[in-house]
């Protein structure tokens, strides 16, 4: 998230970094109690937050006048911010921000206001007075905001995903001193100066040797390179090997396309990685050409040395961008350092559940199974009565392809805490994918009947209610969403799925064109949106506007079952027969209960 215009000071930056700080030293009475390189240079640690990965967005919780929250951890916001569901449901007053303030990110521009939290708490400390923007897209599911560089930038940043913890350090006395204190090997980059105005960190990278601007954003669930740097470095949507991979979002209402593309060299620091792939995205960036995202922090240990303007890592092992099987992504040359690193002064305490919870999830969002579910069950053995560790371990089950234990998992989370909605959520789906649609109703039921009204999972509960075919409760989840959610990148989306509900039980055609046009003003080259209009053209008798629609979703889009189907019905009603017949023959071919799910909601030739 990037910002335009002019910002004014905001007093809860420089109030929190002040109160946070004092409140450290009080805690602690020094600053100097954490690695030691030397009597005249330490690096002491002003708060330690614990991260829990969703996926692979980090997750840092605090309080909201004495209200559990969660938050984003986004190095590549310049500033905190709260979605308008989230500051709705926790009641939070909203001031108008100055005019010539416009936020901006990958999902283009956004309405902002500003709210002050009477008390925020991150780390133990409770900070009065704290301001923070709102507006935007939601980042992940149950969370409120996220947190940006006015907290993670107030001083050097340690970000140890992997093993969930982001650290906020104050070194003292070590310039020109290494302070990638955990190892005695590393990789170092210089990187830009910030300032309230730029807090953005970024260095230079190569891609096919060629040099790229990149921007360290662990906002970004994965790493990736705008089209216009991707071209310089000789890769094109268009060649070998490059496949599509949908769309991406950020804090706008728009979508940007994205493709996965084979890369020769991505060279970093000290670091070459060799035969990888990375994900391009039709998007621009203010200053830069790439976002180094959370994948890349997840397989690295990384210490940004804004006292120094350099940034250190070290590799983690495994693959380095979260792209799936591929070709090996490991760093195949390591440059030495020019000097060895500093050590801990003693050793790190024994981990506790919650340390063996936090690791479980973050080898789970690298892929790594087998070690997620050992320290899961490690963290469920040290505190049996925790729903959302069960819950976790059931989750890296389903990854490891053990829907039977995971179903155990979910199970038990449920039987310690039942209206633990990311576990219902869960159960939900695996009792659709097993044909339990009586089971997964009432999973679904139970969720929106626990969940705010406000809250983001309802995008994804209208999706599941759509699934089970129950149309009505489908479309009270859509209108839920998008009351509370108006600048939220996946509006698209959840408009698109309100017109397919609506086409699909044969109610509010109108309306449910209304939707579909309104989708495509915000995604013109979504081929679903095509396909739901088609449906709901079909509905209204309008056979040439459905044909039209169905044949846009089918260029996007060529083996859309539906979209052959519906073209099929279209043609057959318009007395097109034998055109019909071929496109229904199609589409059974592809999806063989397709013609029996269809004329349930009564869709036939």
């Given amino acids: 998230m990037s910002q335009r215009g002019g910002l004014k000071q905001m007093s809860g930056a420089a109030a929190f970094f002040k109160a946070l700080a004092i409140a450290a030293l009080m805690a602690t009475g020094t600053l100097s109690a954490g690695a030691r390189v030397e009597a005249a240079c330490t690096i002491g640690k002003i708060a330690e937050l ?16 004495g209200v559990d929250s969660r938050f984003l951890a986004d190095s590549g916001s310049f500033y905190s911010l709260l979605t308008q569901a989230g500051a709705a449901e926790l009641r939070l007053k909203l001031k108008p921000v100055p005019l010539d303030l416009i936020v901006t990110g990958v999902g283009g521009n956004a309405r902002i206001w500003i709210t002050t939290v009477k008390t925020f708490t991150l780390a133990g400390f409770a900070i009065p007075n704290v301001d923070f923007l709102v507006g935007g897209s939601e980042p992940a599911d149950d969370v409120v905001g996220v947190l940006g560089q006015n907290v993670l930038g107030i001083g050097d940043s340690e970000y140890d995903l992997a093993d969930g913890v982001i650290r906020l350090m104050h070194p003292s006395g070590c310039a020109g001193r290494p302070l990638a204190y955990w190892a005695k090997s590393y990789s ?4 830009n100066s910030t300032s309230p105005l730029a807090p953005h960190t970024a260095g230079i990278a190569f891609v096919n040797g060629v040099k790229v601007r990149v921007i360290f954003d662990t906002g970004a669930a994965e790493s990736t390179l705008t089209l216009a740097a991707a071209a310089r470095a000789g890769i094109t ?10 769309f991406t979002g950020g804090i706008g209402r728009r979508t940007a396309e994205t493709w996965i593309a084979p890369v020769s060299t991505f060279k970093i620091g000290g670091e070459e990685i060799r035969n990888t792939r990375l994900s391009i995205g039709a998007f621009s960036l203010t200053d830069a050409d790439m976002l180094l995202g959370a994948d890349f922090f997840l397989s690295h240990r990384v210490y940004v040395a804004r ?13 380095v961008f979260s792209l799936g099987p591929a070709a090996p992504a ?10 060895a690193a500093p050590t801990l002064d003693a050793g790190a305490a024994p981990a506790d559940a919650a340390d063996l919870a936090r690791k479980g999830v973050a080898l789970a969002a690298r892929g790594d199974y087998a070690g997620a579910i050992d320290s899961l069950t490690g963290a469920v053995a040290g505190a049996p009565t925790s729903a959302k560790y069960v819950y976790a371990r059931g989750v890296a089950y389903l990854g490891a392809k053990k829907p039977f234990l995971a179903m155990t998992d979910f199970d038990k989370a449920l039987a310690l805490a039942p209206d633990y909605v990311p576990a219902l959520v869960a159960r939900a789906e695996l009792r659709l994918a097993g044909h339990d649609t009586a089971g997964a109703t009432a999973d679904l039921d139970a969720t929106a009947k626990a969940a705010a009204p406000q809250a983001d999972v309802r995008l994804r509960l209208a999706d599941l209610y759509l699934r089970a075919e129950a149309f009505a409760p489908a479309a009270a989840q859509y209108d839920l969403w998008i009351a509370a959610h108006p600048d939220d990148s996946r509006r698209a989306e959840a408009l698109n799925g309100r017109c397919r509900v609506r086409a699909l039980s044969g109610r509010d055609l109108d309306k449910a064109l209304a939707d ?10 979504n081929p679903t949106v095509f396909d739901s209009r088609g449906l709901v053209r079909v509905r209204l008798g309008n056979l040439d506007g459905a044909i039209a629609d169905f044949d846009a979703a089918l260029a996007l889009q060529p083996k859309s079952a539906w979209s052959l189907y519906g073209r099929g019905v279209a043609e057959t009603k318009k007395g097109m027969v034998s055109e019909g017949k071929a496109d229904i023959a199609a589409a059974t071919a592809l999806r063989p209960l397709l013609p029996e799910e269809a004329r349930r909601q009564g869709i036939g030739p």
């Fill in 188 to 191: 170092m980059l210089d990187i």
């Fill in 307 to 319: 006292s120094q303007r350099k940034l250190y890592f070290t590799y983690n092992g495994g693959p």
């Fill in 330 to 339: 490991g760093v195949a040359t390591v440059v030495p350092p020019p000097a």
């Fill in 516 to 525: 579909c046009d309104a989708a495509l003003k915000l995604d013109a080259r």
């Fill in 50 to 65: 614990p991260v829990t990965m969703a996926g692979t967005r980090p997750i840092v919780s605090a309080k909201i006048n």
């Fill in 237 to 246: 949507p268009q060649s070998p090997g490059v496949v599509a991979a949908g």
